[in-house]
């Protein structure tokens, strides 16, 4: 397929490529798993054999979490941890303001209350800048602390960390962030993404640090109770509870739902379905959640709001709320909460409209979207940097130029990937600091360096894709006949979440439908009648096309046939229990 030929775009400018499967293996899938034919395919696309099959659809903890201590440090970390409790010593504990670092903080310091001891708890502004800083150590020091955790930070803050040394502190350093072939000297440094940390468990390399982290409470809970540190005066918590803080931080970081990851998830929404939580069951009162909590929920409802406070309030609220014990004072921390979210919206559309104006009044002497303003509030340029990522389909890098640095967030697309990129600019000198994952990473550097910087970057990209733009790639999983879009083969595929990165949502394509009755719904959206040839039809419902081509093509259809690509999905609003197609994009047949 010549990937620049227009009659191979569809009319939402993509290309759609259907997934090939091996179709003997699907058929023995099916038969062994009792499952729909196309459920088996999707598994078998996704690369799960039938010997791994029971984890992936039943994950279950006890299955897929090893001993902790297969992970480098972990004992040591454990064994650190549980002496502090025992011995009653001030432990502090530095987060991330994002959900992940908000969650594993959260989830640190709920075990570490349950045990007895309250530890101090600092999550930067964004002004302060990702992870630990001079003037944190400098706090906690004055406070008296003993023990200094990292959560969701730390593998790559040699100066801060060795500065705790010296104040006298042991550090834990908990993390999952890519890591450079020196680590920072520190009491114990627990990372699945060391670069010598063995492979027997590699599925450990996905999970989110509040991940990592339950797996350290995991390990040093075992500690105190080998220690017989339990009794009447510290019973003993019963871990499973904070799995629900578990769920939200490893979807909301957007790490693979693999392996270990699927248990946190599946389980975990279990836990928050019971409401247990004061601080979230504010939020989800407030996000107008009725149903059943699933992955969706967690990473676009309530994942935006706890991240709104680090972005344009106050970093802490978000750890203060998950960690709240009063229903009253959680009720006014959602509500300050979903404040913040409508404030980021707002910030969030002035600066992106700003950089598409850059972007499109402007020739690109390469293939990324690179933008930086003055005016910019630092706390929304991630999300920009996503947006700008999704509509050019190109890496791209946003900055907050401010008085005495440049801050920026990156976003990429498979090709490219963000964590070795990072690490190449810094040992050039050309950003001051910096980490991130493949697909996102946050940094800072000098004005002066910034167009120094947008030539690396774009020298960089070009070396792995090309100086040609992309055409952007709709994945399609398999085909489907309206009549097959029953309410069974939508039932089955509820059985393969929760879906997220790693096992995205199965795509579907409705090949030969006519566009029916189609209207406009809402702001934007467009709801339509999908009908095949032999007269099955079927609900769908196209969000936010209303004024672009889809849209368009849509509303103005007079009897023309297309091929519909979305998702099956259970229709269960006012009671119902049907389903609905919805739609992704169309192409013409």
């Not at 498979?414 to 040992?427: F, N």
């Not at 999908?530 to 609900?539: D, E, F, H, R, W």
Request: charged share 25%; net charge negative; glycine share 10%.
């Amino acid at each position: 397929m010549n990937a620049g030929a227009a009659e191979d775009k569809s009319i939402g400018g993509n290309l759609w490529k259907i997934a090939e499967a091996d179709e003997r293996a699907v058929e023995r899938l099916a038969q062994q798993l009792k499952l729909p034919y196309l459920a088996a395919r999707i598994l078998h696309l996704r690369g799960v054999s039938s010997e791994e099959a029971e984890n992936f659809l039943e994950p279950k903890l006890q299955n897929l979490m090893p001993d902790p201590f297969v992970l480098k440090d972990m004992e040591k970390a454990a064994k650190r941890i549980a002496r502090a409790v025992v011995e009653k010593q001030k432990i502090a504990i530095i987060g991330d303001y994002d959900v992940d670092g908000a969650t594993s903080s959260s989830v640190l310091r709920l075990f570490l209350e349950a045990c007895g001891n309250v530890p101090e708890v600092h999550i930067p502004e964004r002004d302060e800048g990702y992870g630990p800083s001079m003037k944190a150590v400098d706090d906690f020091d004055a406070w008296g602390a003993e023990l200094l955790i990292t959560s969701d930070c730390g593998t790559t803050a040699f100066e801060p960390l060795e500065y705790a040394g010296e104040k006298g502190m042991d550090v834990v350093v908990l993390d999952h962030h890519e890591a450079e072939t020196k680590l920072p000297k520190v009491y114990a440094l627990v990372n699945p993404k060391r670069l010598d940390e063995e492979n027997d468990y590699p599925y450990l390399k996905y999970l989110a640090a509040v991940g990592v982290v339950f797996m350290t409470v995991a390990a040093v809970n075992r500690e105190l109770r080998e220690q017989g540190y339990f009794g009447a005066d510290h019973p003993e918590p019963n871990l499973l509870q904070w799995l629900d803080l578990v769920a939200l931080g490893t979807v909301c970081d957007v790490v693979p739902l693999k392996g270990l990851n699927r248990a946190y998830v599946r389980q975990g929404l279990k836990i928050m379905g019971r409401r247990q939580n004061p601080g979230l069951t504010a939020l989800i009162a407030k996000s107008g959640i009725n149903d059943a909590p699933t992955a969706f929920h967690l990473g676009y409802v309530l994942g935006p709001r706890i991240n709104a406070c680090g972005r344009v309030g106050d970093s802490s609220m978000g750890s203060r709320l998950l960690c709240c014990g009063n229903d009253y004072q959680a009720q006014l921390l959602a509500d300050k909460l979903n404040e913040y979210n409508v404030e980021r919206k707002d910030i969030e559309n002035y600066v992106l409209l700003a950089a598409m104006e850059i972007l499109e009044g402007t020739p690109q002497a390469y293939p990324i979207a690179f933008v930086y303003g003055k005016d910019w509030h630092q706390g929304v340029i991630g999300i920009v940097a996503g947006k700008l990522k999704e509509r050019y389909n190109q890496p791209a890098f946003v900055m907050s130029v401010e008085a005495d640095e440049v801050k920026g967030s990156a976003r990429s697309i498979p090709q490219v990937d963000l964590g070795a990129l990072i690490i190449a600019a810094k040992e050039k000198g050309l950003i001051t600091k910096g980490g991130g994952h493949t697909m996102a990473a946050g940094f800072s550097l000098t004005e002066d360096k910034l167009e120094e910087f947008r030539a690396f970057v774009g020298n960089y990209v070009i070396e792995r894709i090309g100086g040609e733009a992309l055409t952007p790639v709709v994945e399609i999983d398999a085909a489907l006949d309206v009549g097959g879009a029953t309410l069974e083969l939508a039932e089955a595929l509820e059985k393969l979440e929760p879906y997220g990165a790693g096992n995205p949502e199965p795509r579907l394509v409705l090949k030969n439908v006519m566009i029916s009755k189609a209207s406009l719904v809402g702001i934007g959206h467009v709801r339509c009648v999908l009908v095949s040839k032999n007269g099955a039809s079927i609900k769908g419902m196209a969000f936010r096309v209303g004024d672009n081509d889809i849209g368009h093509t849509m509303l103005n259809a007079r009897g023309e046939v297309f091929d519909v690509a979305g998702v099956l999905r259970r229709d269960t609003w006012g009671g119902r229990n049907s389903v609905q197609f919805l739609i992704d994009d169309i192409r013409k047949c």
